[in-house]
Structures are given as C-alpha cells and as structure tokens.
C-alpha cells in the first residue's frame, strides 16, 4: 500500500545482495516513487576494503537491472550521493525516508538537520536485515572480506572438519587454477597492489624473497616435489612471524584451516609439517576478495590466482561435489553392508 508520494534512500550498493533487495523492496511498497542515492567514492574512503568496492557505474547498473526486472525503474530517480544528506534538504516532495536497520542513525541525522533549517521531519522506514547461514546479517563488508557469497552461504562450512583427497579429486587441483606465467620478469609485474598477497610453496617463496617481492603470509613446508631442501624459506624469514602445523599429504586438515585463518588476519607465514599442497583451497576460501595467491606450477611456472567471488564459488562446487560423492559412497557402502 502506498502511504507516500516520495522515498529517499541511500547507500553504497557494493556486491548488490539480498538485504539491499529488501531495502528497495520495501520503498517501493510504500511510496508512489523513489530516490536511491549511491554514493561517490569520497564516502566509501572510510569504509572496510574500500580499495576493491565496485566502480559507481558498476553499482548503479546492478541496482538498475533488478529496478527493470521489478518494473521499479520508471517510479525512479537515482542520484550520486556527495553527502548523506542528498535531495533530502532540498526536495519538498520527499515524504519519507527509507533505512536499514544499520543506517538508521543516518536517518535521524538527516531528521536533525532538517529540523534546524525549519523543515518537518521526515518518518523513517526500517527494512529487516537479511541473515547469512550463521545467522549474522548479510553485508557488503562480509562479502568483500570474502566471508560469505551475496547469497548468505558462509564459506568456512566447507572446511569445518579434515578433507582427505583421493588422487582423482587432487587431479583435478592439478590444472592451474589462475594464470601460469613462465617468464620470471613477466611474473615480477604480477606483484602488485591487493588486500593480501599470498604465497604457497617453497620454490615460488624463495625466488619471491630473494627478488624483494615480499608477500603478507608464506606457506611452506622446506620440501620440494617431496624432497627435502637444504635452502628453504624457513632461511629467508623472521621467526617471529612464523606459525607451524601438522598436515598429512593429501589432505586438507581443520588445523591447517584454522592456522590459514590465523596468519591471513595477523599477516604472519606458516610451515607446515608435512604437505602444504592443498593449502591453496582454503586460502580461496578464506582471504578476502582480490587478494592474490602465488603458487607453483611443478616444471612449468607460477600460478597467479586473483581471489573472486567466481573463484570461491568454483571451490565451493569442488568441495561440494566432493562431499556429495563420500555421501553416497558411504551410504551405498551400509546398505550392501547391512544387507
């Protein structure tokens, strides 16, 4: 039922998601039509990550392709937000303004604001937040953390208990999962800015720390194509960044997880005893959006992999297919058993 003649609403819109739906949802329930304001880069500067928040003409275009699939867009005005004031100090048509429950306090200000300059204030519209698989609310910041997908799917339950690969499953791995680059000059170029650059291996390591192309966290095991080496990065670090775990060959263990985890947040490097192989997986998993992984390639290369939210959701399917099979594996194994 439409109550007002005109909304106003406002955010960054980054990652278009299921809470900004409900958002947009709910103004255009209630008013004949709407103001969405998304903000310049001059307000995202603050923000968690801001460096890899989308373009504004990405974020407007997100925004406009599900006004047209609604048939919203005609009710629309869309403006770039300079300010979190926007049209809402100026236009005597806008009658009610539309919030979250997390921008509520930018409501009121609006409304103090107004007040100040002899207008009436405005009544204030909260739209329910949107909760991700663990019951914490879906948000632009988690997905860019690299946390959950837009969805709510938390990626961390995939890695919750010890993996053992079979060597068809790790064939699979085996194909480069980024770009192979065979020219050492051309890799050094790779080496640019991003939230986390992650090395895994110890020969991708060493060459990177004796060119000065230093990465925020190394994992490493002092082998190299099983053999151990006399020259490892374990020579090229300081101790006091250094964090250890066990994990077997062929697996991708909770501890090695948990230890990921640890050196991705406090930007420290892990030795792993035993295999780090694998350890590319749950680095997908686990580090934000647009951080780079550097890995190598056995008599071929370096793999530099850009972590996406294509990329994480291509290791979701692996470890879910993965999963799927062990199930019905195991549940054709008891019922021939039990028969």
Known sequence: MKNFKLAALGGTFDRFHKGHENLLDLAFTCAASVYIGI????????????QI???????????????????????????????????????????????????????????????????????ILVCKLEKAQDRKYISSTRIRRGEINR??????????????????????????????????????????????KIIVGDQTGIFCLKNKLEADCLI?????????????????????????????????????????????????????????????????LLAPLDTLIFYGQPNQGIVVLKVTEEKKEWVRNFLQNLYKKRFLFLSSWRLSFSS
Do not use: M, W
């Open 39 to 50: 903000t310049d880069d001059y307000l995202n500067q603050n923000k968690e990550l801001s």
């Open 53 to 123: 928040i989308e373009t504004y003409e990405l974020r407007e275009n997100n925004i406009r392709e599900y006004l047209k699939k609604n048939n919203y867009l005609e009710r629309t005005r869309i403006v770039k937000l300079h300010d979190i004031y926007g049209p809402t100090l100026k236009d005597p048509e806008i009658d009610c303004l539309v919030v979250s429950p997390l921008t509520k306090k930018g409501a009121k200000l609006i409304n103090e604001t107004r007040k100040e300059k002899g207008l009436n204030k405005l009544p």
């Open 151 to 196: 969805q709510g799917f938390v990626y961390t339950n995939l890695i919750n208990k010890t993996i053992k690969l079979s060597q068809k499953d790790k064939n699979k791995l085996k194909q480069p999962l980024g770009i192979l680059i065979q020219n050492k000059q051309e890799f050094k170029t790779k080496f640019k800015k991003a939230p986390l």
């Open 220 to 284: 490493f095991d002092s082998q190299s194509q099983r053999e151990k080496l006399t020259f490892s990065p374990l020579d090229l670090i300081s101790k006091n960044k250094l964090e250890t775990v066990t994990n077997p060959a062929g697996t991708i263990s909770l501890n090695l997880c948990k230890k990921i985890k640890t050196i991705l947040s406090k930007q420290k490097h892990l030795l792993v005893k035993g295999e780090e192989d694998l350890a590319v997986v749950p680095a997908i």
